[in-house]
């Protein structure tokens, strides 16, 4: 009964160890799961008809010896070969059997493929028993274990470090396999409870009795440390790896022989025969131990730092080691760089937060009690000094101080709805006007540019204003930063009021405006004026007949036979006059196409300031002069031309002086001559060629000067010549009139008489602005570049040969001075004629004249062609003349270009036109 109590035992043990399937079944299911799984089908433990007959079956608990009786084989019976297989019956008493692992003689593996039931075989598994099966288990379902350390052998004693006998015992119970099985349990511990082996494997260890302990001459140290040579074979059978353990625990008999053989290797068991000498590494420093201080095992590093640490801190002190003959010096701890060098530089610890409080503050601060320091200062996370300190006293709401993105609230009063284009459109005979321009074609001649040049301010593009592309760049888009329109473009493609960066407000008093929506760089392009492109005459035809009963117009000389007229166009044209503008309206000429756009002044231009540019407005009567309300400092009171910048020149002789004397002496002497008498001589030349000079003259006073009212007085006298002469003297006196009211300072009543419906805007030629000083410097500069030029190294100097007009024959070279942003740059232009027509060369430059004429303009047939620039005769001798014929090209020359300026255009040539280049060059045969 003994054996049966023992046989029930072990089913029961056998059923907690090996899961469900044998939870249910008792020992006689044995032979039925076996032959269940050996023909692969799924586990059957009891089936439904001998449970039914049999209940007491179905519980497990109520398994007795007669039961077992009655399902065992017999123990005379021969086991099936299945049996023998995976395991051996072995008997137990008379009653009960008890299936035993087999012993160690290898049994031969049947043929076919691997038999899945053998696992599943209830045979006594030693690591089962032993408890160290778990392992595997409990680790990979991520279970803590208790790190295990690589079993050694000390003084060639075999020790288990859980001193429960767990791999030792296995061992034992291999070496005892062939014993009787009372002596096989008693081998496999199985003593033990199977509550004992269902706790953690931590809580045997705790429970452990003290007793079993292994004596402390035998503690497990570590061998590695010790520096111990470990080479005896029971060494190498408790180092074994798990797969090791495994094929032991299934029983060695099975292994292989050359797998056997193997085993004895050290490499096999992973078995250092040499000691491992321990290193040391602090703050990623190897620290050399001392091998003569014996095996005493130093601190790990980790431990030591800590301690070090909880030193510093000065919270704690630990003894680190008693062999130490001083504690580690604490280190002071460093403080935050930032602290003083960064965000809080200059400021003190804030300690007393009273400080520069006024008095009634402080007294606010003090019936606040939740304010009040702690009186330690805040080195972690200090404040910056009196945030928002005041704030929380005074119990304001937090606001930002400054709406970065400032865009108008919603509800704000939009124009009456207008047409809006995108692109400009010409209309009529506009595009024919367009194609004789010599623009049409120019703009297609390529810079010479190099690539660290970036097509900048020597860019001959640049210079005549034609925006750079794939036909007309020596470098290519990326290198290349002349094209504005081309970024605007990329910029604005995605839309987004940030995007296209300016909206439309609605101002006090002059109607709607255009604001910045964002920030703009100096010169940076803004936006474009679209409309539509007009000839003259239908631009007259519109004022006369369209817009008679408009208030604004917004007509705006595109060039010489050209207007722009975006009353159909971009919001542009909303955009407001300023004496003292932030912006600049410019054309270009892009992909051989006259555009026009707003670029920001020399100056940033923040979010939410009104964009404005110097309207040089023509008021074309004096009938059309309106006051000007931007409210600058140097406000010119009415809108009107820019005032005269430069003073009267002195006599054309000494202009020929100067081109004489530029040209034949010495370098040093033509300079300092050329820059001063070219000023000179340009502003006179100016002054004579100017068709605009008139008007202007009639605007340029300062409103307190006497001389002023003495100037319009005169000039009122003297008759108007070149194509102002078509203004009327009965205009000009009452502009002149206007203007010397507003002198006097009683402007406003006079203005306001004006009606105001019609505009005659004239635009720019700004680049003829200029103070006169900048002009005589500009001029020095000029003149230094043409002597360069001679010495063909010159730079930025343009000679401009054209032709107006088969039957003109006059031959013009003009000097202008162009300052657009950064970009200044210098053509030299001779008026050698008295035609007014070619006075009025198409000046893309600096002038454009906005024309918008009134219902009470139809007598001005002649609408103002744009030449205000400061036309200065040849600022450098050598420029003047030389010319024969001209080619309908207009043709650069420069040191810098040489190519260029050498190569006729084809068209030049078949026309047979010569090519005339720049000073110091021959003309091309
Ligand atoms: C091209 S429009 C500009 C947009 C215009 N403010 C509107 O509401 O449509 C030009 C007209 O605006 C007005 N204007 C622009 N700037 C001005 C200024 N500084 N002072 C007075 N009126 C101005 C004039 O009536 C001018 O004829």
Avoid at 100 to 115: I, N, Q, Y
Avoid at 137 to 152: E, M, Q
């Amino acid at each position: 009964m003994a054996a049966i109590e023992t046989a029930r035992m072990m089913a029961e043990l056998d059923s907690l160890l090996c899961g469900s399937s044998f939870s249910s079944s008792t020992p006689t299911d044995m032979s039925s799961s076996i032959s269940a799984s050996l023909s692969s089908t799924p586990p059957t433990t009891v089936d439904s008809m001998s449970l039914a007959s049999e209940p007491d079956l179905a519980k497990p608990e109520s398994i007795t010896a007669s039961t077992i009786e009655a399902v065992m084989p017999a123990p005379e019976t021969p086991p099936e070969p299945e049996q023998h297989e995976s395991g051996q019956q072995t008997p137990v008493g008379e009653d009960a059997i008890v299936v035993a692992e087999p012993p160690l003689t290898p049994v031969t593996e049947p043929a076919g493929r691997p038999r899945r039931a053998r696992s599943s075989l209830p045979v006594y598994n030693i690591a089962k028993l032993a408890g160290t099966d778990v392992h595997g288990r409990r680790r990979s379902k991520g279970d803590a274990v208790l790190d295990k350390r690589r079993r050694t052998i000390s003084d060639g004693t075999l020790v288990d470090d859980r001193g429960d006998g767990g791999a030792g015992d296995s061992i034992d119970a291999l070496a005892k396999a062939t014993q009787t099985t009372q002596t096989e349990i008693d081998a496999s511990d199985a003593n033990r409870s199977t509550t004992t082996l269902n706790t953690p494997r931590s809580a045997r260890i705790s429970k452990k009795p003290s007793s079993t302990s292994t004596p402390a001459h035998l503690t497990r140290r570590a061998t590695r440390l010790s520096g111990a040579s470990t080479e005896n074979l029971k060494t190498k059978l408790s180092a074994l790896t798990k797969r090791g353990k495994r094929a032991i625990e299934k029983g060695l008999s099975r292994v292989p022989r050359e797998l056997m053989r193997l085993q004895d290797t050290n490499e096999f068991a992973h078995i250092d025969t040499r000691p491992v000498r321990y290193t040391v590494w602090s703050n990623g420093k190897y620290i050399e131990v001392d091998p003569t201080k014996g095996s005493s095992t130093p601190e790990p590093p980790r431990k030591k730092v800590k301690v070090d640490e909880k030193a510093a801190k000065g919270e704690e002190k630990i003894e680190t080691d008693k062999q130490e003959p001083s504690a580690p010096v604490a280190k002071k701890p460093c403080g935050k760089k930032w602290l003083d060098k960064g965000l809080y530089a200059g400021q003190e610890a804030p300690i007393d937060i009273f400080k520069g409080l006024t008095a009634q503050e402080k007294k606010k601060l003090a019936s606040i009690p939740e304010l009040m320091p702690s009186g330690k200062p805040n080195h972690a996370l200090p404040q910056p000094m009196y945030t928002g300190l005041r704030i929380l006293i005074n119990g304001r709401d937090f606001k930002l101080p400054f709406d970065v993105c400032n865009p108008l609230p919603p509800g704000q009063p939009k124009p009456t709805a207008y047409r809006t284009m995108t692109k400009n459109r010409f209309v009529g005979n506009a595009t024919s006007y367009w194609k004789k321009t010599p623009h049409f074609e120019d703009f297609a001649s390529r810079c010479v540019c190099k690539p660290e040049d970036g097509c900048g301010e020597d860019c001959q593009n640049r210079i005549m204003l034609y925006e750079c592309d794939e036909t007309n760049c020596n470098l290519g888009k990326p290198q290349c930063t002349n094209r504005a329109f081309q970024d605007l473009q990329e910029r604005t493609k995605k839309g987004g009021r940030y995007r296209v960066g300016v909206e439309v407000l609605k101002t006090g008093d002059r109607g709607y405006g255009v604001r910045s929506n964002r920030c703009f760089e100096p010169n940076q392009i803004i936006m474009e004026y679209t409309g539509e492109i007009i000839t003259v005459e239908e631009c007259e035809r519109r004022m006369n007949e369209v817009y008679k009963d408009n208030e604004c117009y917004y007509l705006m000389s595109f060039d010489q036979n050209m207007i722009i007229d975006a009353t159909t166009g971009s919001i542009a044209r909303f955009v407001n006059h300023s004496c003292s503008p932030n912006c600049r309206m410019i054309k270009w000429i892009v992909s051989g196409q006259p555009r026009m756009a707003l670029f920001a002044g020399d100056r940033p231009i923040s979010t939410g300031d009104e964009l404005t540019y110097d309207y040089n407005f023509d008021p074309f009567s004096a009938k059309n002069v309106q006051k000007c309300l931007c409210g600058s400092a140097n406000c010119r009171g009415v809108l009107g031309p820019k005032p005269k910048e430069v003073k009267p020149p002195k006599p054309a002789k000494e202009e020929k002086k100067t081109t004489k004397t530029a040209s034949k002496s010495s370098a040093k002497a033509s300079t300092k001559a050329s820059a001063k008498g070219s000023a000179k001589a340009s502003v006179k030349t100016s002054t004579k060629t100017s068709v605009k000079r008139k008007l202007k003259d009639a605007f340029d006073f300062d409103g307190d000067d006497e001389d002023d009212a003495k100037t319009v007085k005169k000039r009122k006298i003297r008759a108007a010549t070149g194509l102002k002469r078509s203004l009327s003297s009965a205009s000009l006196k009452k502009a002149k009139g206007v203007a010397k009211t507003a002198a006097k300072g009683a402007a406003k009543g006079a203005v306001t008489t004006i009606k105001r419906s019609v505009s005659s805007i004239s635009v720019a030629a700004k680049k003829k602005t200029g103070l006169i000083s900048s002009k005589v410097a500009k001029a020095k500069a000029a003149t230094t570049k043409t002597k360069t030029t001679t010495k063909k190294t010159t730079k930025k100097t343009m000679t401009t040969i054209r032709k107006r007009g088969s039957g003109s024959g006059a031959v013009t070279q003009q000097t202008q001075k162009k300052s657009y942003g950064k970009k200044t740059t210098t053509a030299t232009t001779a008026i050698t004629t008295t035609n007014p027509k070619i006075a009025a060369v198409p000046s893309r430059s600096p002038s454009l004249t906005i024309v918008a004429a009134g219902v009470s303009a139809s007598s001005s047939t002649t609408l103002v062609a744009a030449t205000t620039a400061v036309m200065t005769p040849a600022s450098s001798p050598k420029k003047t003349t030389t010319t024969t014929t001209m080619p309908p090209k207009l043709t650069l020359s420069s040191g810098k270009t040489s190519a260029r300026k050498l190569t006729p255009s084809r068209k030049a040539i078949e026309s047979g036109l010569v090519l005339v280049g720049a000073v110091g060059q021959d003309p091309p045969a």
